[in-house]
């Protein structure tokens, strides 16, 4: 683990010493737009035009962030556009690695070895985290946009002309809403997990796992009413609670000392979670090796001995 500093590799654990032991995230860095004419979008440069294999996308098959970015490439049928790296599942004093292994491809464009090496051909003094997923331009050599958010707004319409598969998953009328969601799930849940497994304090963790379950609940309430979250229509805001509910039991319960309850535990959203991962073409963007295997051999600092539990059984494919 570690990060790029004026370009170069340093390999160094989260600094949690100046915030009372909180993870606190950095911004991703890079933030332009594709759009179908290469109009400039709500942030950064103009000139990212929407066509087929200009742009190259590096992932980590571990990665809840960048598990978006690949859900969205398969539900609008961009597979045929957009090519796709994975980097190995582990993440060690290199950060992430395109070491040989089961699931990982190679990177075609600069045979890389290190993903790192991607955000210094992008900025040669780039200085931040090294983080997936990526979005890469061919064209002008550079990194389009490094933050999932937005990567899976620019699949969800840029394309669209370009024969990508119908499906709006931020409509227009439910956008206050989605937005709403949104903004709790990511700051207790997508990010609150990480929070609880990162914290170097006793107070900072409680300070995650409170709002964490809080958010849990409430979501539960939700799906009491409703098939998805916004109603009958799976949206955005689906998508990104579940590559965080996939992880949760069989990761964050335990690694991230998220425990108070499971996912099995919670009656609506234990179907919701296997209503989604149904979903067509989903299944095949949840590797449960790549998942296991990053979080517990490479975040040594919470697992020293790096053994990567057994269980859970998980029954998702019990209709
Ligand atoms: N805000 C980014 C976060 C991405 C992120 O943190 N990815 C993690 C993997 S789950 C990563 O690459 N971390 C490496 C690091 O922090 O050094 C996004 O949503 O795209």
């Known amino acids: 683990m570690g990060l790029l500093v004026n370009g170069i590799w ?27 004419n290469g109009s400039p979008g709500p942030s950064g440069n103009a000139g990212f035009k929407a066509e ?22 398969k539900l609008k049928g961009l597979e045929g556009m957009i090519d796709v790296s994975v980097v190995h599942w582990l993440m060690r004093e290199k950060g992430w690695t395109f070491a040989p292994g089961p699931g990982v491809v190679p990177d075609p464009l600069f045979k890389a070895e290190y993903l790192y090496q991607i955000y210094t051909q992008a900025n040669a003094q ?28 620019i699949f969800n319409s840029a394309f669209d002309g370009l024969g990508a598969k119908p499906g709006d998953y931020y409509p227009e009328a439910l956008r206050a809403e989605i937005n709403a969601l949104n903004d709790r799930i990511y700051h207790t849940i997508n990010n609150g997990v990480y929070k609880c497994g990162f914290a170097t304090t006793q107070t ?17 309430g939700i799906l009491q009413d409703h098939r998805y979250l916004t109603g009958e229509q799976i949206t955005e805001a689906d998508w990104r609670l579940f590559t ?34 149904q979903q067509p073409g989903i299944a095949e963007t949840v ?33």
């Open 52 to 73: 087929a294999g200009r742009y190259h996308l590096y992932v980590s098959l571990a990665c809840p962030w960048a598990h978006r970015a690949l859900i969205f490439r």
């Open 126 to 153: 780039y200085s931040g985290r090294v983080t997936v997923p990526i979005l890469w331009d061919k064209e002008t050599q550079t990194i389009v946009n490094n933050e999932s958010s937005e990567i899976i707004r």
């Open 204 to 220: 900072a963790y409680e300070e995650a796992i409170a709002p964490l379950f809080e958010s849990l609940d409430w979501l539960e």
């Open 244 to 277: 965080t509910l996939i992880r949760f039991d069989a990761v964050y319960v335990g690694h991230f000392k998220c425990n108070l309850r499971r996912i099995q535990d919670y009656p609506n959203l234990r179907l919701y979670l296997r209503d989604l991962y």
């Open 287 to 319: 590797n449960f090796q790549h998942i296991k295997g990053h979080y517990y051999e490479s975040h040594l600092t919470i697992n020293p001995t790096g053994i990567v539990p057994m269980g859970p059984a998980l029954d998702l494919l019990i209709s």
């Open 10 to 36: 340093q390999d160094q654990w989260y600094d949690t010493e100046s915030t009372g032991g909180r993870f606190v995230r950095q911004d991703s860095q890079f933030r332009h737009w594709i759009t179908p």
